[in-house]
């Protein structure tokens, strides 16, 4: 995983510093859902290689397909 950053308003960055770190690393799954979808749109090989990906990791960290297609599915 690599880090980027992203300008948020002050009350979300606040709310983002008092969150756990359990709520932190689901929000941060869904970016970077949200943001391969986004960059990837161009590539479905290239986004299905991204979402193997993610799915071992979430897998590796106890996740399940069910919390993955949850976060897939949402329209927000």
């Known amino acids: 995983m690599e880090r980027i950053v992203i300008t948020v308003d002050n009350a979300t960055a606040k709310k983002w510093r ?3 770190e359990e709520k932190r690393n689901r929000i941060s799954q869904k970016i970077d859902v949200k943001l391969a979808k986004e960059l990837m749109q161009d590539s479905k090989e290239e ?3 991204f979402i193997d990906r993610l799915g071992k990791t979430m897998e590796d960290r106890g996740l399940t397909e069910e919390i993955l297609q949850d976060i897939l599915n949402e329209d927000d």
Do not use: M
Request: no cysteine; aromatic share 16%.
């Open 47 to 49: 986004f299905k290689q």
């Open 18 to 20: 008092l969150a756990s």
